[in-house]
């Protein structure tokens, strides 16, 4: 498997130091980047200002204003064709927009060829060179700029001892594992020192255990560069985990941006609800029987808890009756799909603290109480319709491996 | 409830042995050993290429190393170089080089209007246009290839079309000047190295533009944006990026260029001066002379030059990324 090939983060990587950036970034004006630090309101790594693309009828991007600051960790999440990855090929520059202004570190970037920006990018395909070296394709920026043979392959090595690939250099990237190729391409993208790093679903073509441990090394790895890492992924796990700040995006526009604890805890649209994490979305007579008021709310089936039929309700606590249609047993923890008096149905996930299958599969069928504490309530849109659970796939696919 | 349906509806009635045609059990039977199928596959294609096509070649160099007598006229079946020698003579080695030098020629002029036209097919093109293209490149390989040689006879003739051209234009000193100049000139356009060098270059670039084509599409787009994004302007990139993994395509492409120029008699015999190719000569010596030998000799020099080249090609990395 690729865990074999791929060593495990066990000792630290090499660390690189303020005085190896500055050497190695070599003709960046120096007085630039201080200036950035000193000013009191630093200017965004990206700011994008009412930016729509459209491929003929298709509104890809649709009206987006947001800032990225410096240093910040910062994802793009969404389904396919949300304009995520849209969004990442204008700062690169392979896409110019349709309208709107996006401003890198301060300066439009309208026109601007890729080459001639401050931005690096990781591919999610790699797009390795295959008629080069590893070495070479990490080397290739360096080459461009015409950094003396000597001096830019010992550059490109420290970068392949960064990714922890030392001594790799001479294979051809045909000869590496998926894992390993995604660090080179890495690599590859980090030897330019770009000031700002795109990152296109690197991690999409791994395999669960790989992934979970590209996400802790690419975390660090930004922390140690401290550069700007904009990373776009479908995977609102990988986003919650890695990111300072995120995004999600549907149709082509914002739904939401904030941390990963604003964006889980206080979903602000139905959509982001859905999205990020599994969520029970109700509305209608259901809503206003709970809460009063009408709308449509999300609740997290991890906040509900299941109790008895005839379980006493503590203040501040909601609670409905219902009976429990089915059960999944998950090893960590346990679905139950619970329909309720009075229509609809929502879903509760328990942890198997006490509980083995044997005690949770002899609930289906029960009488129970949900009870759940308001403030776990997010009122996600007004408009009034049919109580709906939306359960996603994505939070589904993580019970799998869990 | 269709599964219930399902196992009530009885089962019709079959007994295997009865029914089985001879050609269900040899299906069978085949199905059960691959590696029979395997062999009468390809049992065909390697006997007509063992036999045939290696047999022929294998046969080929065998005749180069026999010799013509010259008093009585017939072939000595002895192993001797003497043949060989022949070879080298001078003038034997002016057929061989002015060969070579066209046939190089061509291939670098072929290489170089196919590339641009390849590049857009693959790259920019939609698909519509770029099957018109497809299409405008391989049409001309329906017609008879005589016939297209003939034609341009015909437009390089001092009547024909060029030639009107430049009287036109009043630019029929500067036709002439430059068939005026030694190697390439002569009285016209269509009895010239020149003529001979615009046909060949005609007749075979669709041959150099289908495989750089071909190459330029495996080619993935994010290669491209990627050297771009590391850096690379245009001319970086295709230096770096595009022209590497194109290159098996223009070597694929310049083989046939070469070695169909180096074997032709077609074009030089239509539209060169009196100087013989290597095409005409292996014609001359194996019909009119008798010289079976010399012309199996003159035919082993393009295999030679092409097993050369192919070597070069593969220590300048043309098929490393492959």
């Known amino acids: 498997m690729q865990r074999a090939t791929d060593e495990p983060p066990t000792d630290e990587p090499p660390t690189m130091d303020m005085d190896t950036r500055r050497r190695t970034t070599g003709d960046r004006a120096e007085g630039e980047s201080a200036s950035v630090v000193e000013n009191k309101t630093p200017v965004p790594a990206v700011s994008f200002h009412n930016v729509s693309k459209r491929f003929g009828d298709v509104h890809a991007v649709d009206n987006v204003s947001l800032d990225i600051q410096d240093g910040e960790f910062f994802s793009m999440l969404g389904p396919s064709g949300s304009g995520k990855t849209t969004c990442l090929r ?3 520059g392979f896409e110019q927009p349709t309208s709107g202004s996006i401003r890198l570190h301060g300066i439009e970037a309208a026109g601007l060829p890729p080459f001639e920006r401050d931005v690096n ?32 392959l010992k550059t490109a090595n420290e970068m392949l001892d960064l990714v ?29 020192h770009p000031r700002v790093l795109l990152l296109d679903e690197p991690l999409g073509a791994l395999d669960f255990k790989l992934r979970e441990q590209m996400q802790i090394e690419l975390k660090s790895i930004q922390k140690q560069v401290g550069i700007t890492f904009v990373y ?30 604003d964006i889980y805890e206080r979903p602000a649209t139905e959509f ?11 509305s209608g007579p259901l809503a206003e029987q709970m809460s009063g008021v009408s709308g449509t709310f999300s609740i997290r089936p991890e906040k509900i808890h299941l109790a008895a039929a005839s379980a006493a309700v503590q203040p501040g606590y909601c609670c409905v009756q219902g009976s429990v249609r089915d059960v999944v047993y998950l090893g960590m923890y346990t679905r139950y799909l619970v329909d309720v008096d009075g229509g609809g149905d929502l879903t509760v996930v328990e942890q198997n603290l006490h509980t083995t299958s044997m005690n949770v599969l002899a609930a289906k069928g029960n009488r129970v109480s949900l009870l759940w504490a308001r403030e776990h309530m997010r009122l996600v849109g007004s408009e009034t319709g049919d109580q709906r659970t939306a359960n996603y796939s994505i939070g589904q696919g993580q019970s799998e491996h869990g | 409830m269709s599964q219930t349906t399902l196992t009530q509806a009885p089962l019709p009635e079959r007994s295997h042995k009865e029914t089985r045609s001879l050609v269900q059990r040899l299906a069978t039977f085949l199905y059960g ?10 049992a065909p294609p390697l006997l007509s290429f063992i036999v045939l096509y290696l047999g022929s070649l294998v046969a080929l160099l ?16 002895e192993f001797t170089f003497q043949t060989y020698a022949d070879l080298l003579s001078p003038a034997n080695m002016d057929i061989v080089l002015r060969t070579a030098g066209m046939a190089a020629m061509v291939t670098v002029a072929d290489a170089l209007l196919a590339f641009p036209l390849a590049y857009f097919m693959a790259r920019y093109a939609s698909p519509r246009v770029r099957m018109l293209l497809t299409l405008g490149v391989v049409m001309p390989l329906w017609a008879s290839y005589i016939v297209r040689v003939y034609s341009w006879k015909l437009i390089l003739a001092k009547e024909g079309i060029i030639g009107w051209f430049f009287a036109q234009t009043g630019l029929t000193g500067l036709l002439d000047g430059i068939l005026g100049l030694p190697v390439i000139g002569g009285p016209s356009l269509s009895v010239s190295p020149l003529g001979a060098f615009i046909a060949f270059t005609y007749v075979w670039l669709p041959y150099m533009v289908l495989p750089i084509v071909a190459a330029l599409e495996r080619v993935p787009g994010s290669l491209i944006e990627a050297s771009g994004d590391l850096g690379a302007n245009s001319r970086q990139t295709f230096r770096h990026v595009i022209l590497p993994l194109a290159f098996p395509g223009v070597v694929a492409g310049s083989i046939f260029t070469f070695s169909l120029t180096l074997g032709d008699f077609v074009v030089p015999g239509a539209l060169g001066n009196s100087s013989l190719f290597i095409g ?23 295999i030679v030059i092409m097993a050369v080249y192919l070597l070069l090609a593969r220590r300048l990395g043309a098929f490393d990324a492959f």
Do not use: C, W
């Not at chain 1, 797009?127 to 043979?149: D, T």
């Not at chain 1, 982001?272 to 109700?282: D, I, K, R, W, Y």
């Open chain 2, 280 to 302: 005409q000569a292996v014609l001359a010596y194996q019909g009119t002379s008798g010289n079976i030998p010399l012309a199996a000799a003159f035919a082993v020099v393009p």
């Open chain 1, 90 to 92: 204008l700062i690169a």
């Open chain 2, 62 to 77: 065998i005749q180069s190393f026999f010799h013509l007598d010259n008093f009585t006229g017939r072939v000595v079946r």
């Open chain 1, 272 to 282: 982001v609800a859905g999205f990020v994490g599994v969520s029970n979305l109700v």
């Open chain 1, 164 to 192: 922890r690939l030392p001594g790799m250099g001479q294979r051809k990237p045909s000869q590496l594992s998926g894992g390993q190729r995604q660090r080179v391409a890495l690599a590859r993208s980090l030897v330019n």
């Open chain 1, 232 to 261: 776009v992924t479908h995977d609102q796990q990988e986003a919650l985990t890695m990111s300072d700040r995120l995004v999600v995006f549907n149709l082509g526009r914002i739904e939401q941006l904030g941390t990963p604890s």
């Open chain 1, 121 to 152: 990018t990781v591919f999610q395909d790699y797009a390795l060179f295959p008629h080069m070296s590893v070495l070479e394709n990490v080397a290739y920026g360096l080459m461009i700029k015409k950094v003396p043979r000597r001096e830019r």
């Open chain 2, 33 to 42: 050993h691959p590696r029979l199928v395997t062999a009468l596959l390809l």
